[in-house]
């Protein structure tokens, strides 16, 4: 784990703070119908860095959504993977020697 004592707070961006308190990258697709065509459907992509499993992030944009935008709301479909992770480390059976 990356220390912050050890890193300078200006050279740091905040996403790279969100991603060490947690935060993992969020993507939502929307399909949303049209206000002026409410037989079409529309797809809106959002991503933004979230908290999951509550995505508290997400909840308040489609709260957003459904307060001031006109086009009613039909699905949301969500992605989300951490971006900082532990190291993988795999076992192999072998050896290779360097001369």
């Known amino acids: 784990?990356?220390?912050?004592?050890?890193?300078?707070?200006?050279?740091?961006?905040?996403?790279?703070?969100?991603?060490?308190?947690?935060?993992g990258l969020t993507t939502a697709e929307?399909?949303?119908?049209?206000?002026?065509?409410?037989?079409?459907?529309?797809s809106y992509v959002w991503q933004n860095y979230d908290l999951f499993p509550n995505f508290p992030a997400l909840k308040d944009f489609l709260a957003?959504?459904?307060?001031?935008l006109e086009?009613?709301?039909?699905?949301?479909?969500?992605?989300?993977?951490?971006?900082?992770k532990p190291a993988e480390i795999k076992a192999i059976d072998g050896v290779f020697r360097l001369h």
């Open 64 to 68: 957003f959504w459904q307060e001031k």
């Open 1 to 23: 784990m990356v220390s912050t004592a050890t890193v300078p707070q200006g050279n740091v961006s905040e996403d790279f703070k969100r991603q060490l308190a947690g935060y």
């Open 71 to 84: 086009g009613p709301l039909v699905s949301v479909t969500v992605a989300h993977s951490k971006l900082i």
């Open 30 to 42: 929307i399909l949303y119908r049209r206000p002026d065509h409410r037989w079409l459907l529309q």
